[in-house]
Protein backbone atom coordinates (compact mmCIF):
# COMPACT_ATOMS: atom_id res chain seq x y z
CA UNK A 1 0.00 0.00 0.00
CA UNK A 2 1.05 3.75 -0.77
CA UNK A 3 -0.14 6.60 1.05
CA UNK A 4 -0.09 9.82 -2.18
CA UNK A 5 -1.37 13.35 -2.56
CA UNK A 6 -3.22 13.57 -5.66
CA UNK A 7 -4.47 17.33 -6.56
CA UNK A 8 -6.94 17.44 -9.27
CA UNK A 9 -8.28 20.80 -10.24
CA UNK A 10 -7.19 22.80 -7.27
CA UNK A 11 -8.56 19.95 -4.91
CA UNK A 12 -6.06 17.86 -2.98
CA UNK A 13 -6.89 14.45 -1.99
CA UNK A 14 -4.97 11.95 0.00
CA UNK A 15 -5.27 8.11 -1.49
CA UNK A 16 -4.17 5.08 0.06
CA UNK A 17 -3.33 2.98 -3.72
CA UNK A 18 -2.87 -1.22 -3.74
CA UNK A 19 0.13 -1.44 -6.37
CA UNK A 20 -0.24 -4.72 -8.33
CA UNK A 21 3.87 -5.49 -7.76
CA UNK A 22 2.59 -5.67 -3.87
CA UNK A 23 -0.40 -7.87 -4.22
CA UNK A 24 -0.30 -11.81 -4.70
CA UNK A 25 -2.14 -13.45 -7.62
CA UNK A 26 -4.95 -14.93 -5.18
CA UNK A 27 -5.14 -11.43 -3.39
CA UNK A 28 -5.47 -9.20 -6.40
CA UNK A 29 -9.04 -9.02 -8.11
CA UNK A 30 -9.12 -10.14 -11.52
CA UNK A 31 -11.33 -7.22 -12.68
CA UNK A 32 -9.59 -4.46 -10.77
CA UNK A 33 -5.51 -3.75 -11.54
CA UNK A 34 -5.19 -1.11 -8.88
CA UNK A 35 -7.90 -0.60 -6.13
CA UNK A 36 -8.17 2.83 -4.82
CA UNK A 37 -9.00 2.12 -1.17
CA UNK A 38 -10.04 5.36 0.25
CA UNK A 39 -10.16 9.03 -0.53
CA UNK A 40 -9.99 12.05 1.65
CA UNK A 41 -10.47 16.08 0.74
CA UNK A 42 -7.87 17.89 2.19
CA UNK A 43 -8.62 21.10 1.73
CA UNK A 44 -11.28 22.85 -0.80
CA UNK A 45 -10.80 26.20 -2.67
CA UNK A 46 -12.62 29.58 -2.32
CA UNK A 47 -15.55 29.47 -5.02
CA UNK A 48 -17.88 31.80 -5.92
CA UNK A 49 -20.96 30.93 -4.48
CA UNK A 50 -21.44 29.32 -1.15
CA UNK A 51 -21.77 25.69 -0.54
CA UNK A 52 -24.24 24.73 1.90
CA UNK A 53 -26.79 22.76 3.20
CA UNK A 54 -29.92 22.22 0.39
CA UNK A 55 -33.14 24.38 0.90
CA UNK A 56 -35.89 24.23 -1.40
CA UNK A 57 -35.47 26.14 -4.03
CA UNK A 58 -31.45 25.64 -3.82
CA UNK A 59 -29.56 24.91 -7.26
CA UNK A 60 -26.73 23.28 -6.07
CA UNK A 61 -23.64 22.53 -8.80
CA UNK A 62 -23.49 19.05 -9.59
CA UNK A 63 -19.87 18.75 -9.71
CA UNK A 64 -16.87 20.85 -9.62
CA UNK A 65 -15.97 22.90 -12.53
CA UNK A 66 -15.97 26.32 -14.80
CA UNK A 67 -19.71 28.08 -15.34
CA UNK A 68 -20.42 28.42 -18.59
CA UNK A 69 -23.51 29.86 -18.89
CA UNK A 70 -26.90 31.35 -16.35
CA UNK A 71 -29.44 30.84 -18.71
CA UNK A 72 -31.99 32.58 -16.32
CA UNK A 73 -32.32 35.76 -14.81
CA UNK A 74 -33.24 36.93 -10.92
CA UNK A 75 -37.47 37.70 -11.13
CA UNK A 76 -38.01 34.94 -14.17
CA UNK A 77 -40.42 32.32 -13.78
CA UNK A 78 -38.93 28.81 -14.35
CA UNK A 79 -40.78 25.41 -14.84
CA UNK A 80 -39.54 22.10 -12.76
CA UNK A 81 -36.95 20.73 -15.08
CA UNK A 82 -36.20 24.04 -17.20
CA UNK A 83 -32.10 24.34 -17.99
CA UNK A 84 -30.76 26.88 -15.72
CA UNK A 85 -27.17 26.89 -16.18
CA UNK A 86 -24.18 25.02 -17.45
CA UNK A 87 -21.54 23.67 -15.75
CA UNK A 88 -17.90 22.39 -17.83
CA UNK A 89 -15.53 20.11 -16.06
CA UNK A 90 -12.86 18.12 -18.37
CA UNK A 91 -14.11 19.68 -21.53
CA UNK A 92 -17.78 18.24 -21.16
CA UNK A 93 -20.72 20.52 -20.62
CA UNK A 94 -23.24 19.44 -17.61
CA UNK A 95 -26.38 20.81 -17.73
CA UNK A 96 -28.21 21.85 -14.80
CA UNK A 97 -32.13 22.11 -14.13
CA UNK A 98 -34.61 23.22 -12.03
CA UNK A 99 -35.89 21.11 -9.39
CA UNK A 100 -38.99 22.52 -9.29
CA UNK A 101 -41.14 25.38 -11.12
CA UNK A 102 -40.51 28.55 -9.21
CA UNK A 103 -39.30 32.00 -9.71
CA UNK A 104 -35.82 32.89 -9.95
CA UNK A 105 -35.06 34.34 -6.10
CA UNK A 106 -30.87 35.33 -6.47
CA UNK A 107 -28.02 34.04 -9.11
CA UNK A 108 -25.41 33.66 -7.18
CA UNK A 109 -22.46 32.52 -9.71
CA UNK A 110 -22.01 34.11 -13.06
CA UNK A 111 -20.26 32.59 -16.27
CA UNK A 112 -16.58 31.94 -15.75
CA UNK A 113 -16.67 31.43 -11.97
CA UNK A 114 -15.06 28.20 -10.60
CA UNK A 115 -17.53 26.56 -8.84
CA UNK A 116 -17.00 22.83 -6.25
CA UNK A 117 -19.66 20.52 -6.38
CA UNK A 118 -21.99 21.47 -4.19
CA UNK A 119 -21.84 25.15 -4.67
CA UNK A 120 -25.15 27.51 -5.03
CA UNK A 121 -25.47 28.56 -8.14
CA UNK A 122 -28.69 30.03 -8.08
CA UNK A 123 -31.96 29.88 -5.91
CA UNK A 124 -35.92 29.53 -6.69
CA UNK A 125 -38.49 31.26 -4.02
Do not use: C, H, W
Amino acid sequence: MKKLRVTVEGKVYEVLVELLDEVTPAVRPAAVPAVLLATTPVAAPASAGTVASARPGDVPSPLAGKVVSIDVKAGQTVAAGQQVATVEAMKMNTFVFAPAAGTVAAVLVAPGDGVEEGTLLLRLG
